[in-house]
């Protein structure tokens, strides 16, 4: 959701967090990787311009940082 929201392709994504596609692939998939590979990705959405919230009765999520809408 957050990769798609910012138009990015998995390679895309993989080189901003310093990952191989496939790890990107595998974490969309099942949410599985190590946590500093977590941590890489979080990091790699954040600076792109996504906003982790937290869980608030909904569930946890993501949204785009004010300024990025229909980035």
Sequence with gaps: MARAALKLSVRD???A???SPNTV???EADGTSNAATLAAVQRAL???????IPENGGGPG???KP???GA
């Design 13 to 15: 994504l993989a080189a």
């Design 17 to 19: 967090a310093s990952v």
């Design 25 to 27: 692939t595998r974490i």
């Design 46 to 52: 954040e600076e792109a311009g996504v906003e982790f």
């Design 62 to 64: 993501v949204r785009l």
């Design 67 to 69: 300024g990025n809408i």
